[in-house]
């Protein structure tokens, strides 16, 4: 089975930051592109920013140069560096990985989520 983990989320005034983390654990050959969501109460889950193995990079237009996603190929782990938060950016925040597993074929994964809450 394949897991993955997040942690770093919490509540920041407007203009802090936050750094979430996502650990992918279990059985894994590899793992391809990975990324995060966020989804609002009351609207669907939609793309924060995403990740390849080699680093290429894709944001939604609202979190650029605000955030920046980054990963740990060795730890299997992604990164979320946020800063000047606005409150527009308060969701649960999703990880997700297009895992490989040591047997089986490749499927997306995703997180139990973590909520960020920024307050004006």
């Known amino acids: 089975q394949v897991q993955l983990v997040e942690s770093g989320g919490g509540s920041v005034q407007a203009g802090g930051s936050l750094r979430l983390s996502c650990a992918a654990s279990g059985r894994i050959f590899s793992i391809n592109d990975m990324g995060w969501y966020r989804q609002a109460p009351g609207k669907q889950r939609v793309l924060v920013a995403t990740i390849t193995r080699i680093g290429a990079t894709v944001y939604a237009d609202s979190v650029k140069g605000r955030f920046t996603i980054s990963r740990d190929n060795a730890k299997n782990t992604v990164y979320l560096q946020m800063n000047s938060l606005k409150p527009e950016d308060t969701a649960g925040y999703y990880c997700?990985?297009?895992?490989?597993?040591?047997?089986?074929?490749?499927?997306?994964?995703w997180g139990q989520g973590t909520q960020v809450t920024v307050y004006s």
């Open positions: 997700n990985g297009v895992v490989l597993p040591t047997s089986g074929h490749t499927s997306n994964y």
